[in-house]
């Protein structure tokens, strides 16, 4: 979103560092500028929920109707989150793509489910790496969620194998035990 990530990754490459660009996604002139540019080793893309869902999207975002003075819909936000994801995926950059989980929020197993299912008709690099993090409610943005209890590294780990049915490099990360290949 910050126009100085590009001065940034600039210095940064100068100095012979790698680059990581952690995103939401929705900005992909500017990840196709740094893909060009050459000033980016790798994307960490959240995908906050199923990209076909795109009000459930929304309400995960809390860019529900109305709500954002860029005049951002769901539809917006996802369109531009998917033509990110593609424009890194055609890139041949390394990606991980990741969804943070809150129990009774998101994260269910039907909608793992689904955009794990998006990821594989839609992500040609079977080099993707999917990670599922535990959302931590107490420092959520969304007042309404700060009560609600974390899920636990087993259910997230349970979600984890879904997602493994169906990908090739899966891992979770939780509070207690960090990052876990599933």
Known sequence: MQEAVIPLAEFAKNLGLLVG???????????????????????????????????????????????????????KITAAVVKTIKTVDTSGIELELRTTVIRD????????????????????????????????????????????????????FELGKIAKGLLGKVRIRTKEEGEEII
């Open 105 to 156: 929020f998101i994260g269910s197993e039907e909608e793992i489910l689904r955009i794990v299912t998006w990821i594989l008709e839609n992500v040609n690099n079977r080099e993707v790496t999917y990670v599922l993090q535990q959302g931590i409610p107490e420092h959520s943005m969304q007042e309404d969620l700060r009560e609600i209890r974390a899920l636990e590294r087993g259910e997230l």
């Open 21 to 75: 660009i952690h995103t939401n996604g929705y900005y992909p002139e500017r990840t196709a500028e740094m893909i060009e540019r050459k000033l980016v080793d790798k994307f960490f893309i959240d995908l906050k929920a199923p990209l076909d869902d795109p009000e459930l999207y929304g309400k995960v975002t809390g860019y529900e109707r109305g709500a954002d003075p860029l005049s951002r819909t769901p539809e």
